[in-house]
């Protein structure tokens, strides 16, 4: 985990667990500052489709709730393990650096 925020807020008991996940998520970690311009961008300038690239993990109770932004997911289907993963990729960010950690993180799943 690099980053997080904690929220504290008192929720209108209309507002459902999954409609705040689907408001806050993706984050601007996962897709950038301005979701759509960064969408946008990745949809004209990425020849392949990210498939399962993120999504939300997460602990919910009456008292307490802990969301997790991940990039890291895998796929079974039938007899093939498809690994998806991605990386925090800033302005400053050394491309070098990012292809060993997505190497690194890919490497992270053992079949047992």
Not at 8 to 29: F, G, M, Q, V, Y
Not at 40 to 59: K, M, Q, T, V
Request: aromatic share 8%; hydrophobic share 40%; net charge positive.
């Amino acid at each position: 985990m690099h980053l997080h925020s904690t929220i504290k807020a008192t929720l209108k008991k209309t507002i459902s667990d999954a409609e705040l996940i689907r408001t806050l998520h993706p984050t601007p970690a996962i897709d950038g500052r301005s979701k759509n311009e960064a969408l946008a961008f990745i949809n004209s300038f990425e020849p392949f489709d990210r498939g399962l690239y993120a999504g939300s993990l997460g602990l919910f109770s009456k008292r307490e709730s802990k969301v997790f932004a991940r990039i890291r997911s895998g796929l079974i289907q039938e007899t093939k393990l498809h690994i998806f993963s991605g990386a925090g990729i800033i302005f400053e960010s050394n491309p070098l650096h990012e292809w060993q950690e997505l190497d690194h993180k890919q490497g992270l799943f053992h079949i047992c």
